[in-house]
């Protein structure tokens, strides 16, 4: 399986800079991402970890502290956004995106309409044409560092190209 995840400014909607890895591949994933997903509500420190369904591998492991600000712990390195060129090409958002939201009580609508803009900042970058060239699936998660005094300056879209 190929994955990437691209992190998106939540206010600007900006690149910040993305992350490209292998693994085994998914033989029995059905048409939803392969992940299992693990929660750790914040009372004080909490967070969500992504893990491949299939081998057990952490794709993504971010904290989140209640009134303070959390991190992304895995990846642990990030490539910086001008590593991804921009084309003149436009992929469409795919009908089997998946959104993904925990810590915050956002409308799905709400979260449908965002995810819009999240995938019009990112559809015409080389490493999403690339996956695009394959049957493929996409998530989006809206990531926030903190809760109990939601801080959209530290918040980040996170989006999930997987094939």
């Known amino acids: ?26 033989n029995n994933c059905n048409s939803n991402l392969p992940f299992d997903i693990y ?3 914040p009372l004080d420190f909490g967070g969500i970890i992504f893990k491949c369904s299939q081998t057990n591998d952490t794709l ?4 989140v502290v ?3 600000i959390g991190s992304i712990i895995y990846p642990s ?3 910086p956004a001008d590593t991804f060129q921009i084309t003149n090409n436009v992929i469409p958002k795919p009908d ?10 956002i409308d799905k609508s709400t979260l ?16 999403v044409i690339d996956f695009s ?11 926030p560092p903190s809760v109990g005094g939601f801080s959209p300056k530290a918040a980040k879209w996170i989006v999930f190209l997987c094939r």
């Open 1 to 26: 399986m190929n994955l990437a995840i691209l992190v998106l400014d939540f206010e600007s909607y900006s690149l910040e800079g993305g992350y490209f890895n292998t693994y085994e591949i998914c």
């Open 39 to 41: 929660i750790y509500e």
């Open 60 to 63: 993504f492991r971010a904290t």
């Open 66 to 68: 209640w009134r303070g």
């Open 77 to 79: 390195y990030f490539l």
């Open 96 to 105: 089997s995106l998946e959104l993904f939201e925990y810590f915050l009580n």
């Open 112 to 127: 449908k309409l965002k995810s819009d803009t999240v995938w019009f900042a990112i559809n015409n970058l080389d490493i």
């Open 133 to 143: 060239q394959e049957l493929f699936k996409a998530g989006i998660f809206l990531y």
